[in-house]
């Protein structure tokens, strides 16, 4: 919205990219993560389509580096029910007219040569990519400076009111008035209480994600994914491994028993990854809904506080998406048809 000459402030209990953002892997993969015919996947194809252009104009307004790759994502199978499971997913997919490859024997290790012997297919899905969230963060930060929008941190905003055509924000002893509000605290969105509203059906669910070093050039070259993790490369020679979904509350902690049981899946699917260094754990609480399907849209009786929140797992994928239609429905009064599905009252 700064790109549009609007007057933005950001109010960040943390600092920006430390919430769920910091233990991403970046994956952009809606046909992994949603089933056919779902409007997940709706949502997820419609911002995955955005991603080229979004990133073009991010990086004609900001120097920061970061890493976009969409070499496709690999799915993985360990054994004849999964393999059965996959072929079934690749009918889907033709049917769809969605660009794949279907793999088998040496032509799975001909893509991907890490894959354990043991895995008896493969599905390629072209369009597929991923992109290192911390660097976009970093650069989303520099391009929303640059056009003038300021953040405060840490300041964290606990109680949001309507009032006629202003909004009222409480930050502290301090209460300021606004045009309009976009709340987009992610698993946090719950503690900030708008006047009249029930909490927000969001909670958090952790994460657990892997950052391995891999012993040497030859490491897996796109996102690889099996039953039990997912895998991400990036230039450097770096892994990402991800990721466990653990409902403990606000519970941040990394555990013994979340980083065993990656490595255990990590090395079945790429046995290499045995002799990998292990550079450290991270660990974020992704903003779960009841459906998994975002929080995005006005409040019903405060049409001038919009929520952005419940992202879930595709927090990253649904940026461009999310960006957009909450740009256009404050700034031009536009009103996706697609916010019909994520309507904060549904």
Same mark, same amino acid.
């Given at each position: ?201 969001? +909670? &958090?669910?952790?994460?657990?994600? $892997?950052? #391995?070093?891999? /012993?040497? @050039?030859?490491? *897996? ?64 609480? +992704? &903003?779960?809904?009841?459906?998994? $399907?975002? #929080?995005?849209? /006005?409040? @019903?009786?405060? *049409? ?43």
């Amino acid at each position: 919205m700064a790109a549009r000459n609007a007057r933005v402030s950001v109010y960040d209990m943390r600092s920006p990219g430390q919430g769920a953002s910091q233990a991403s892997a970046g994956v952009l993969c809606p046909y992994v993560e949603a089933k056919p015919g779902s409007p997940l996947l709706a949502l997820g194809t419609r911002s995955l389509a955005m991603w080229d252009t979004w990133v073009e104009r991010l990086r004609s307004r900001s120097s920061g580096p970061f890493h976009y790759d969409r070499s496709g994502t690999l799915e993985v199978a360990m054994g004849g029910a999964e393999a059965v499971h996959l072929k079934t997913v690749s009918v889907g997919l033709t049917t769809e007219a969605v660009t794949h490859e279907w793999l088998e024997g040496a032509a799975l290790r001909d893509r991907e040569p890490q894959v354990s012997a043991s895995a008896s297919a493969g599905l390629l899905i072209n369009d597929h990519g991923f992109v290192q969230v911390p660097a976009l963060v970093t650069a989303l930060m520099a391009s929303s400076r640059q056009c003038g929008a300021t953040c405060e941190t840490p300041t964290e905003i606990l109680h949001v009111e309507q009032k006629r055509d202003v909004v009222l924000i409480r930050a502290g002893d301090r209460v300021e008035e606004v045009d309009h509000v976009v709340i987009a605290a992610g698993s946090w969105s719950r503690r900030v209480r708008v006047a009249g509203v029930p909490v927000f059906d969001v +909670r &958090p669910i952790r994460g657990q994600l $892997l950052h #391995l070093k891999w /012993p040497d @050039a030859k490491g *897996p070259s796109r996102s690889v994914w099996s039953k039990s993790c997912y895998t991400v490369p990036w230039p450097d020679g770096s892994l990402l491994v991800g990721a466990t979904v653990e409902d403990v509350g606000f519970d941040e902690r990394s555990t013994v028993a979340g980083v065993r049981d990656l490595l255990d899946a990590v090395g079945e699917l790429f046995p290499g990854a045995w002799q990998a260094s292990l550079e450290g754990v991270r660990v974020g609480l +992704r &903003p779960a809904t009841a459906d998994h $399907l975002p #929080l995005v849209g /006005p409040l @019903a009786s405060h *049409p001038r506080i919009t929520l952005a929140a419940g992202h879930y797992r595709n927090g990253v994928l649904l940026a461009p998406w999310t960006a957009d239609v909450v740009s256009r429905l404050i700034l031009d009064d536009d009103r996706d048809a697609m916010l019909g599905l994520t309507r904060p009252d549904r």
